[in-house]
Nanobody, 120 residues
């Protein structure tokens, strides 16, 4: 199983970016999928998360600006980021709880990270 993240880049304050993360491989089912970020010198933190049923939760710092969504048919999670601020600059990682085909338990998988830079 692999999670492949894409969509990072450089943008000016107030701009927008959309991140995507597609899971591939022998996937039986996926529970929660989420986005985390890690800024230089800081710990990795949860940005947003969505369950298989569509329930979402956001860190207070991005609520109202970011929207997480998922396409279960494509095993893909998205993060629409609007009104970006310099403090949103970080490497963004996607995460998913995946049950592999033929297995009973869920395991944690991470994408490779995609850099988002917000600067004027």
């Amino acid at each position: 199983v692999q999670l492949q993240a894409s969509g990072g880049g450089s943008v000016q304050p107030g701009g927008s970016l959309r991140l995507s993360c597609a899971a591939s491989g022998s996937i039986g089912s996926i529970s929660a999928m989420g986005w985390y970020r890690q800024a230089p010198g800081k710990q990795r933190e949860l940005v947003a998360i969505t369950t298989s049923g569509g329930t979402t939760n956001y860190d207070y710092s991005v609520k109202g600006r970011f929207t997480i969504s998922r396409d279960n048919a494509k095993n893909t999670v998205y993060l629409q980021m609007n009104s970006l601020k310099p403090e949103d600059t970080a490497v963004y990682y996607c995460n998913g709880g995946v049950r592999r085909t033929g297995r009973w338990s869920y395991e944690d998988y991470w994408g490779q990270g995609t850099l988002v830079t917000v600067s004027s």
